[in-house]
């Protein structure tokens, strides 16, 4: 059972369009970390949140961190095709160090 | 260069046939993982360590063993390889101390037959 949910698995869509992909989870985190991983290559990361309620942007996209520290969103505006990649989020817990990955999102961007 | 490496890259072997995946990392950081990553299952931590002779299971460690003899090294070790291993593996490194943010390696794509 992943300890982080998150939707959509697969999200294809033309170059200009939005998109949102969520991670959502029962439990609390003291911080959310969101990756990109392209093919054949290791995860790379994009950003952290740390605080419930923070919004960060990098560029067209955009990161939220749920009030409740439980939830988190990304969302990509006017979508290209470099945003092309598998999108994963992983979460801290409080007093651990291990990091829990959701099962991650497919996003292809269509020219 | 900041980076995480690892050996090799690509692996064909057969069942109960050992076999080491190496892994260095060149920042100077305290933690260091291995992971397992298939389709619909995401990233699977297998075993981390904190530091040099500090490992811990994490949660799929069953067929595999790591060391950390020194800091920048976290071997991964199968025994007996079967073919439920065949996946891709991936190691990473994080500064530790609080900062779990992790450096991936570019991933060793084993198959075991």
């Known amino acids: 059972t992943q300890l982080l949910e998150q939707s959509p698995q697969f999200l294809s869509i033309q170059e200009g369009e939005n998109l949102t992909v969520y991670c959502n989870s029962s439990?609390?985190?003291?911080?959310l970390q969101w990756y990109r991983q392209e093919p054949g290559e290791g995860p790379v990361l994009l950003v952290t949140?740390?605080?419930?309620?923070e919004v960060k942007k990098l560029k067209r996209l955009t990161f939220q961190f749920g009030d409740a520290r439980k939830d988190s969103s990304l969302h990509i505006t006017a979508a290209q095709p470099g945003d092309t990649g598998l999108y994963l989020c992983?979460?801290?817990?409080?007093?651990?160090?291990?990091?829990?990955f959701g099962a991650g999102t497919t996003v292809t961007v269509r020219a | 260069e900041a980076q995480v490496t690892q050996n090799p890259r690509y692996l064909i072997t057969v069942t109960g046939k050992k076999l080491t995946v190496t892994c260095s990392q060149n920042m100077n950081h305290e933690y260091m993982s291995w992971y397992r990553q298939d389709p619909g299952l995401g990233l699977r931590q297998i075993y981390y360590?904190?530091?040099?002779?500090?490992?811990d299971k994490g949660d799929v460690p069953e067929g595999y063993k790591v060391s950390r003899k020194e800091k920048r090294n976290f071997p991964l070790i199968l025994e007996s390889p079967s073919p439920n291993q065949t996946s891709l593996y991936f190691c990473a490194s994080s500064p530790g101390s609080g900062n779990t943010e992790a450096f991936f390696g570019q991933g060793t794509r084993l198959t075991v037959v």
């Open positions: 439990s609390v985190f003291s911080s």
């Open positions: 360590s904190m530091n040099v002779e500090v490992t």
């Open positions: 992983a979460g801290e817990p409080y007093n651990d160090y291990k990091l829990s």
């Open positions: 949140v740390v605080t419930g309620g």
